[in-house]
């Protein structure tokens, strides 16, 4: 047998060398994706699971006998879906909300230079970073005294400053990158400017709008302290103070009902952020990646 | 001219107002309530000068709290970095359906914390969960533990929730920075012969140093702030060795109506937190020349 060719040999130990990556690659991706799935592989499964199999059998893999025995408890529970609607109404309006102030006030900051704008700026921000049970302290005293304790307002006034100071930053960014020409044209041609921040630069931040709604939705959507403490009634509790007071006895737990709940409340966010997750990426990394 | 200030103002101040009305106004007040006796239960209210904050400081939990406040904030995020830094990484890797890789990669950023809480708390659970299943499979260790009902093992699972709900973050973050870093430098490092490691630690590293800095601090501060990981699993317990200063002021606040003693442990937790978002806001504003 004659020696292979040098050229040859070399192509076939650079092609071995990328399959050798590529498997590499993919041998990690599975590991490190591995320890993030996991969980999420035993939520789902347990939801389809029987009290009798999860009692029986801890260790159980896959879900059998498969049943939907636990959604149909779960959706059928009225509790639960008072919880989910009134969690529903208040990130929406609390979504809606935080848009519209984001946007005026992101645009202004990304049009005008006045005395302070930076420092304004900077301190918006680090009005997220202060800690909420302190605010909530004394505002639940507030709330009370005001008789708000138990209302969709104090929840959705409350929830709107989880992400507005970094809403207003995010919708800054993409303010910054329509170009002023277009609103100066429109003004010449007659708009006052805010006739051409709504004709004509709103459609161009739709996906900045896209961002800091679905932000905002996902800060609230997420919120137990305030929750738990603004509202007591039944009719008015949201979903995360909700799973606490309805799952969770003191002498047992139905895990799989509680974990048929986890997925369904799951369903929105995992919905929207799958369909929108470019417009957040963007959004979030907008002011962290440039510069 | 005018119209211009009107504008100015009429698009700015609504959102001044909504955030003075719940962020600023009750930071004051809750600093003031910190100088006196406030006592939902016992109906006091009068000033008491220093009294809370002489109390607080030779009260023990004060210093346990201080310690696992610190603990939970830094480790689980040392540890979310990596994990986080290595999937972004490897997606960052010419692989097929990567947005579709991403987007599992990031459900436990996606599904609500309440959620994430009580699926540990089911996983470590002493009679039905299969942590312990695995582990006495494994021969690791020979009865089931009650792990979140145990002071040595409690703060090591809470922390394993703080970082597996933080790693897509990360992986995020470091994600989109990866992409914006120029693929020239790096090609020009490995025809001058670069090795791999070399490339991460000279090129790759001081290009993200931005973002690394951003994404650590504000992970550092939302894990301060926590309530919803912690609360639903553990209530701080067993006897305190998971209260951080979130869950001891909700205690104090909530459970006790303590108003006067929880606001002083608000303050204290302020300092910390401003500290911290001094140095990100450093790092934000930095970057913006």
Redesign the interface.
Same mark, same amino acid.
């Not at chain 1, 918006?124 to 009005?127: E, R, Y």
């Given at each position: 047998m004659s020696a292979l060719s040098p050229t040859l040999t070399l192509r076939r130990s650079r092609r071995r060398a990328r399959v050798w990556h590529g498997v590499m690659?993919?041998a990690?991706?599975a590991i490190?994706?591995a320890? !993030?799935?996991l969980?999420?592989y035993?939520?789902l499964a347990?939801s389809f699971k029987t009290r009798f199999d999860?009692?029986a059998n801890?260790?159980q893999f896959f879900p059998f006998p498969f049943t939907l025995h636990a959604y149909q408890q779960v959706l059928s529970d009225p509790h639960f879906l008072t919880y989910f609607k009134n969690s529903l109404i208040v990130n929406l309006a609390t979504s809606l909300i935080t848009v519209a102030?984001?946007l005026?006030?992101g645009?202004?900051?990304s049009r005008?230079r006045?005395r302070g704008n930076?420092a304004l700026l900077?301190f918006?921000?680090?009005?997220q970073?202060?800690?909420?049970?302190?605010?909530?302290? !004394?505002?639940?005293?507030?709330f009370r005294q005001l008789h708000l304790l138990n209302t969709y307002p104090a929840l959705i006034?409350?929830y709107?400053?989880f992400g507005?100071?970094f809403s207003?930053w995010m919708m800054k960014g993409f303010a910054d990158g329509v170009p002023e020409e277009i609103e100066q044209a429109a003004m010449i041609d007659g708009c006052?400017?805010?006739q051409a921040l709504l004709r004509v630069v709103v459609p161009m931040l739709v996906p900045g709008m896209i961002a800091v709604a679905l932000f905002s939705f996902?800060a609230g959507?997420?919120?137990?302290?305030w929750s738990l403490?603004l509202t007591s009634s039944t009719s008015m509790r949201l *979903?995360?103070p909700g799973? *606490?007071l309805t799952y969770?006895g003191q002498f047992q737990t139905y895990?799989n009902q509680?974990?048929a709940g !986890?997925v369904l409340?799951?369903i929105p966010?995992?919905a929207v952020?799958?369909l929108l997750?470019r417009y957040l990426?963007q959004g979030?990394?907008s002011?962290?990646?440039?510069? | 001219m005018m119209?211009?200030r009107a504008?100015?103002i009429?698009?700015?101040f609504?959102?001044?107002a909504?955030?003075g009305?719940?962020?600023?106004?009750?930071?004051v007040?809750?600093v003031s309530?910190s100088l006196t006796n406030y006592n939902l239960i016992f109906g006091t209210h009068s000033f008491d000068g220093l009294q809370q904050f002489s109390s607080l400081f030779s009260d023990p939990t004060f210093y346990t709290a201080l310690l696992n406040t610190l603990l939970l904030s830094i480790g689980p995020m040392l540890a979310a970095f990596v994990?986080g830094f290595?999937?972004a990484l490897?997606?960052n890797?010419a692989?097929r359906a990567r947005s579709f890789?991403r987007?599992?990669?990031?459900?436990?950023w996606?599904?609500?914390?309440?959620?994430v809480a009580?699926?540990?708390r089911?996983?470590f659970n002493q009679?039905?969960?299969?942590v312990?299943?695995?582990l006495k499979?494994l021969g690791l260790i020979a009865h089931s533990l009650p792990w979140l009902a145990l002071p040595h093992s409690a703060p090591w699972v809470v922390g394993l929730i703080y970082a597996?709900n933080e790693?897509?973050f990360f992986m995020?973050?470091l994600l989109?920075?990866l992409q914006?870093l120029s693929g020239d430098v790096l090609e020009a490092a490995l025809v001058d012969g670069a090795t791999p490691v070399k490339q991460f630690f000279y090129i790759i590293v001081p290009g993200l140093r931005?973002?690394i800095t951003?994404?650590t601090v504000l992970i550092v501060?939302w894990n301060?702030?926590n309530?919803?990981l912690i609360?639903?699993t553990t209530h701080g317990g067993p006897v305190n060795a998971t209260t951080t200063?979130?869950v001891w002021?909700?205690v104090q606040?909530?459970e006790n109506f303590n108003?006067g003693y929880?606001?002083a442990i608000?303050?204290i937790?302020?300092i910390f937190?401003l500290v911290?978002?001094f140095f990100?806001?450093r790092a934000?504003?930095g970057?913006?020349q």
């Open positions: 690659v993919y990690l991706l490190l994706l320890f !993030s799935l969980p999420i035993w939520l347990t999860i009692f801890p260790g102030l984001a005026l006030a645009y202004s900051f005008f006045f930076q900077l918006i921000l680090a009005t970073m202060f800690p909420s049970a302190v605010l909530l302290l !004394s505002l639940y005293i507030l006034i409350s709107v400053t507005l100071p207003i006052s400017r805010m996902l959507w997420n919120d137990l302290m403490t *979903i995360p799973f *606490i969770v895990w509680l974990m !986890s409340v799951s966010t995992v952020f799958t997750q990426v979030l990394t002011g962290g990646v440039k510069g | 119209r211009e504008f100015l009429g698009t700015i609504p959102a001044l909504v955030i009305f719940v962020v600023l106004y009750p930071l007040r809750s309530f994990l290595a999937q490897v997606l890797q692989i890789f987007g599992l990669a990031l459900l436990p996606v599904i609500p914390q309440v959620v009580y699926l540990f089911f996983m009679s039905v969960g299969v312990n299943v695995v499979g597996w790693v897509p995020l973050m989109a920075g914006s931005r973002i951003i994404s501060i301060f702030n309530f919803t609360w639903p200063f979130a002021v909700y606040a909530f108003i929880a606001a608000g303050v937790w302020l937190l911290l978002t990100y806001l934000v504003s970057s913006e």
